[in-house]
């Protein structure tokens, strides 16, 4: 086994770790992650998550660059050279707290970033269409440390509350959804909307969706659709990552 890999992880792992792998060089390829930022799933039926190594590149991330974790963030097996991230317990806690979410991501995007920077200037609104996803709230958690403890990961859970998403001040976001494919979608989707109210700031008022433009949208998207909107995203980028050389051809049986 070499520093930094570990090649002898339970077969029945490899779909979710390809997923995984395809959600980090993808949000790496879009600008979402780059030296910071973490995706991770949930191991379903155990109290467990996977994790990209603290060490590997996150244009590099392979199904073998894996970290098992339990719910408190602690390492589950000895692999050379892999070590989770030093915010493990974004993940770890919130999988705890929430049983709905089975895939997180933590990214420090700078669309998001600004709208936890100014005094009394605008919040993050829900602006275009896909957004009604996040209609219950988008809190903000005040710590603007890193998250490197047990506790400021569970007071972050607290801060989520039953929610899809929260900014973290002067930090990033925290998204959390059913599944890998879908969590990715939320994230483009989440820069987009943020990059969308900057933009309409530089023309104007931004109009954020009135509650009727809300009530109006979530009517038209009842879970069915959701589904396939989810798998319609998560395809175009696979699609687009394997043509530019960033997901091997042999993930294809594993990404939908
Ligand atoms: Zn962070």
Redesign the pocket.
Known sequence: MDAGTNASFDPAQLPLRTELSACVRLMHDAGILNY??HVSARIKGQDQLLIHSLVTPRSKVAPEHFVVCDLDGEPMEAAPGLKPPS?VH?HSQIYKARPDVDAIA?I?AESVIAFTLTVGGPCLELMRCDAVRWRSGIPMHPDPT??RSREQGAELAATLGPHRAAL?RA??AVLVAPGAPAVFADTIQFDENARAQLLAATLGTPAPLSEAELDALEEASPPEFMDHYVNKIWRYYVERGRAAGLIPDDWAAHLG
């Open positions: 910071n930022g915010e974004i933590h420090h890193r998250i973290m930090h990033g």
